[in-house]
């Protein structure tokens, strides 16, 4: 196969590549249409050590010093530096994706690396020959599979070290958790010219040991993106992308860029004092030392940060390294400005505000409950507790007034916690009305139907506190703000004049004269409006009493029997718990299909006097495990512009209904009726004497 020259430029030094054809060593995807393509997870397969050689100049093999690796050499050259140096010549961020090696996968070996310069144009992105037995490619994350680590075109480790090496010698390297990538490449760069995002401190999160002291721990790649950058990588499901991974690594870095670079210039400053003195002490200790070294030929001074590597987590992180200008050091929060000025981290300050030496903790933020207006009206800006507790600055948490509670004081706590007897609700869930159709009571089209529960307002109606203030919601039987007090029992009142009652009459109710009790009557349709189709369907009726409590009817069976099919309602009725329902009539009409089925229950018993909340009917098929068991009337019609199943209040009757029948007073604790003079009865409904 013949071999071709091109150029590659590696930090301004030109390399000649002796290149196989059909087996690039280089990616050059970068621009695309003005913007960068993120999108490849596959590099082109690179050539292998005896595809290609290096050449710098007119010289096979660069000049430099020679490092050693086990028995390898990898060579370098330092480049010149005879022109300024562009941010594409000097900023470089990297990214390796690993595979397993050894007992279980367990131990890392680098397998691919990618590296892009400033533009975030990608200046390497090849497979890496891995020495050893591959025993998990751990797929899912790294996208490797063994046939891309096969063949002669892949690139040797060897190879790959000495490459990397050279593109990043001098320069300042950026990337996220580098000291796991330059240990898999066995190579080493200076702690000053690496800017790691997973140990770069205000990226980091704060947690407390257990003498409650505060240690900083890395965060992950893909939530930086995400909390910074508002960038969605390394999507569940999708192996990583080295090229994307070091893309994002340099976007985090350029977004902290200034405070990032005084951060390590206050280090290497601080470094070199730690030198300076150490260098001090060891001049003092003795004559003869002192007298040997002016004896000695003055000593080149070693640089004192050239080698040193620098851990954030080893060395615990703390501002008094590098920033004993800044107030109290900026206490370990912040980082320390020229103008000896402190830049806090996210949540510290001083007394409620930024700066000073970040001592104190700020409280989380909410929509204020109140607070004075802005200029053009508006209120509820975000406020520190809401405007609804106190911070505590050494713990960082709101002590919130009685009534409020949760983060930043942002929603209301139920009085007493409802007693036991209610549950504590927010706005956006409380009901209109307590049965369904209370709101769709059939005035029109569009409030017809069939349901159970009250009306939700979902949308429209919206307000601020919707998700935040809240009420008690009580249990039937209970009442109240705080759902401390008991109901009573409601009936008739025994004096209330009803227009046009005959005593004397033997029409309407048994023993009551022409009264009339209350008819609510349910309208069904078919879909096809054919009334054979209910046919051997069920479902159930569900009763809401006065107290709120909710008792449906055991399932109901179909019948084409207009009297058999009535006599199953009727009974269904009255057998609901505690005679809640003691007596009801019940008449069908299914003769017409095209007026569907007429449903008319008429409470006539003396619990159900006066006004009743509607009826429910329970139409959706519930089945295996559910309670009642019923198949449903899945015919239902579900749209129509006149034909739209309902349920009215046809009849009001006679009666009223109040609690303790409107002759007494109710016990709140006990739930009794305390009935006035001359009444007796649960519902101070008989009278006992004449007044």
């Known amino acids: ?383 520190e507790c809401a405007n609804k507790g106190t911070c505590d600055r050494k713990t960082g948490e709101c002590s919130c007034f009685p009534g409020y509670e949760g983060k930043a004081c942002g929603r209301q706590s139920c009085p007493n916690h409802c007693s036991g007897h209610g549950t504590c609700e927010y706005m956006k869930d409380l009901e209109f009305g307590i049965v369904f159709n209370e709101y769709y009571d059939g005035s029109s089209n569009a409030l017809s139907g069939l349901g159970a529960g009250g009306k939700k307002y979902t949308e429209g109606h919206l307000t601020w506190d919707l998700d935040r203030a809240r009420a008690c919601v009580c249990d039937p039987g209970w009442t109240g703000l705080e759902c401390t007090q008991r109901m009573c029992p409601y009936g008739n009142d025994v004096l209330d004049v009803m227009p046009g009652f005959d005593e004397n009459s033997l029409s309407g109710l048994t023993g009551y004269g022409n009264e009339v009790g209350q008819t609510q009557t349910i309208t069904l349709y078919d879909a096809d409006l054919d009334n054979n189709n209910f046919a051997g369907k069920t479902f159930a009726i569900q009763f809401t009493s006065k107290h709120n409590e909710t008792f449906a009817t055991q399932p109901i069976s179909w019948d084409l029997d207009d009297t058999v099919f009535a006599g199953y309602i009727e009974n269904a009725l009255k057998k609901l718990p505690n005679k809640v329902i003691d007596d009801v009539d019940v008449e069908v009409d299914s003769t017409s299909s095209a007026a569907g089925v007429i449903i008319d229950v008429t409470f006539t018993g003396a619990s159900v006097q006066g006004k009743q909340h509607k009826l429910e009917l329970l139409v959706d098929p519930c089945e295996a495990g559910c309670t009642p068991s019923i198949t449903g009337l899945t015919n239902l019609r579900t749209y129509s512009d006149t034909t739209l199943s309902t349920v009215e209040i046809t009849t009001p009757g006679s009666h009223q209904s109040f609690e303790c029948g409107r002759r007494g007073t109710c016990n709140r604790d006990s739930g009794v009726c305390q009935c006035y003079e001359g009444f007796t009865g649960d519902t101070c409904g008989v009278l006992s004497a004449l007044a």
């Open 1 to 383: 196969m013949p071999m071709h020259q091109f150029q590659v430029q590696v930090h301004n030094i030109p390399y000649t590549m002796n290149h196989r054809p059909n087996s690039p060593s280089f990616q050059s995807r970068g621009r695309r249409n003005g913007s960068f393509d993120d999108s490849s997870s596959t590099p082109s397969s690179p050539s292998t050590a005896s595809d290609h050689s290096w050449e710098h100049g007119t010289v096979s093999k660069p000049k430099g010093r020679r490092r050693r690796h086990g028995s390898k050499v990898c060579k370098t050259a330092s480049p010149p530096h005879d022109k300024p140096m562009t941010k594409n010549d000097l900023y470089f961020a990297l990214d390796c994706e690993m595979v397993g090696v050894g007992p279980e996968g367990l131990d890392s070996a680098v397998a691919r690396v990618a590296i892009c310069n400033w533009a975030e144009e990608v200046i390497l992105d090849t497979y890496v020959q891995v020495p050893t037995e591959v025993t998990d490619y751990r797929t899912f994350v790294s996208g490797i599979e063994a046939k891309d680590l096969e063949g002669s075109d892949v690139m040797p480790l060897e190879q790959a070290r000495c490459l990397v090496k050279a593109i990043l010698q001098g320069k300042i390297l950026i990337g996220h958790a580098l000291e796991n990538d330059l240990a898999a490449l066995k190579i080493t760069h200076p702690w000053h010219d690496i800017r790691d995002t997973a140990n770069y401190p205000p990226f980091m999160k704060e947690i407390r040991d257990g003498e409650d002291r505060s240690i900083l721990r890395p965060r992950k790649l893909k939530e930086l993106a995400w909390d910074h950058l508002g960038r969605d990588i390394q999507a569940q499901g999708k192996a990583h992308n080295p090229v994307e991974d070091a893309r994002t690594a340099l976007r985090l870095y350029k977004s902290e860029r200034m405070q990032w670079e005084l951060m390590v210039m206050s280090q290497v400053q601080a470094s070199a004092r730690e030198e300076e003195d150490r260098e001090g002490k060891s001049s003092v200790r003795g004559q003869a030392p002192l007298l040997n070294q002016l004896l000695q030929p003055a000593k080149p001074r070693r640089q004192p940060t050239q080698q040193k590597v620098f851990n954030y987590r080893q060395s615990g992180y703390n501002a008094r390294n590098y920033a004993s200008s800044c107030p109290n050091s900026c206490s370990g929060h912040g980082t320390c400005g020229f103008d000896e000025v402190c830049t806090c981290y996210h949540g510290w300050g001083s007394n409620g505000m930024s700066g000073g030496d970040c001592s104190e903790r700020f409280c989380p933020f909410e929509l204020a409950w109140v607070d004075n207006p802005q200029r053009d009206g508006t209120r509820h800006r975000y406020a």
